[in-house]
C-alpha cells in the first residue's frame, strides 16, 4: 500500500540558517501522526515545507504524486493546513472566510455554489459555530477564530491536513471537541493527518504516531508508548516528568515540581 504522505530527505531553512536536516515521514491514508519537539525543533518548518510554502532539497509526494512543479491551485486540493496565526483579511464574514476553502475547486472567475455553501454550513455546525456566518472573524474570540481558520482547511477536503498547533488559545472543552472532530472525520474521510503540538499528554492521547524532532532531526518514532518515556522527554526537553498511562490507555505526561529545601526557623 502507497502511503498517502511521503516525504524524503527534508532539508530547509531561513536565509544562511539551516532548520531541517534530512528529515522523513511517512502517514498513511486515516492516520494520525503528531510532530513533537522543544521550541525551536523545527516542527512548524516541517509543516510548511511539506505545504509547499518553504522550499526544500528534498521529495513531498501525496498517493505517489510528487508536489513539486504543480501549481498551488493542484497543491490545494491536496494539502490543507492550520497555521499558528492565520492572515485574516479585516471585515471579513465568518462564512465568506471558511467558503476560501473552495477556491481551489472553482473556474477562474467563478463563485460558490449551493453544494459548497452547505458543506462550510455543515462543518461550521459541527464545530460549535452555527449562528456565526455573518459575523466578522475579527470580532470573534481567539478561539472562536482558530475554530474558523480549522473549518476553511477542512473545506478544502484535502488528502492531507495539516495542524500546527490547532488548540493554540482554545479552552479545554474546545481543545476535545477540535481534536475529536479531526479524529472522527480523518477516519471517515481516510484524511493524512500532521500535527505539532506542545501538549505531549494530548499528542499522546489522539495520535496513532509520533516523530520527535530535535534540532532539526528525527530522534525517535513510534508509537506514543514508545516515545513518550520520561528518560526521553528529559534528555531532549530538560524537563522532570513522570509518564503515566491514562484510565483510557493514553500517555499521560505529568510535569514534577523542584522540591524546595524548607529553612529552619
Request: glycine share 10%; net charge negative; hydrophobic share 45%.
Amino acid at each position: 500500500m502507497i502511503p498517502t504522505l511521503v516525504a524524503a530527505g527534508l532539508r530547509a531553512g531561513y536565509e544562511d540558517r539551516d532548520v531541517l536536516h534530512g528529515v522523513d515521514l511517512e502517514v498513511q491514508a486515516g492516520e494520525w501522526v503528531v510532530v513533537i519537539g522543544p521550541n525551536g525543533s523545527g516542527k512548524s518548518t516541517l509543516l510548511r515545507v511539506i505545504a509547499g510554502t518553504l522550499n526544500t532539497t528534498g521529495k513531498v509526494s501525496i498517493d505517489g504524486t510528487p508536489l513539486g512543479g504543480l501549481s498551488r491551485r493542484a497543491v490545494a486540493r491536496l494539502v490543507a493546513m492550520v497555521p499558528q496565526i492565520a492572515v485574516i483579511p479585516q471585515g471579513m464574514r465568518v462564512l465568506d472566510y471558511v467558503l476560501l476553502g473552495r477556491t481551489p475547486y472553482l473556474a477562474p472567475w467563478g463563485s460558490e455554489g449551493t453544494d459548497d455553501v452547505a458543506l462550510v454550513e455543515r462543518l461550521l455546525l459541527d464545530l460549535d459555530l452555527d449562528g456565526f456566518g455573518s459575523r466578522e472573524v475579527s470580532a470573534l474570540s481567539g478561539g472562536e477564530r482558530q475554530m474558523v481558520v480549522l473549518a476553511r482547511a477542512l473545506a478544502q477536503e484535502a488528502r492531507v491536513l495539516l495542524l500546527d498547533e490547532p488548540t493554540t488559545a482554545l479552552d479545554i472543552g474546545h481543545q476535545q471537541q477540535v481534536l475529536e472532530l479531526v479524529d472522527r472525520l480523518r477516519r471517515e474521510r481516510r484524511i493524512a493527518v500532521v500535527g505539532a503540538m506542545h501538549d505531549l499528554t494530548l499528542a499522546g492521547q489522539f495520535a496513532d504516531r509520533l516523530t520527535l524532532l530535535v534540532d532539526g532531526a528525527v530522534v525517535s518514532a513510534g508509537k506514543p508508548a514508545d516515545v513518550l518515556d520520561s528518560a526521553v522527554i528529559t534528555e531532549h526537553y530538560r524537563a522532570r516528568v513522570t509518564v503515566m498511562t491514562g484510565p483510557d490507555g493514553g500517555r499521560v505526561v505529568v510535569p514534577l515540581r523542584e522540591r524546595a529545601s524548607r529553612r529552619s526557623c
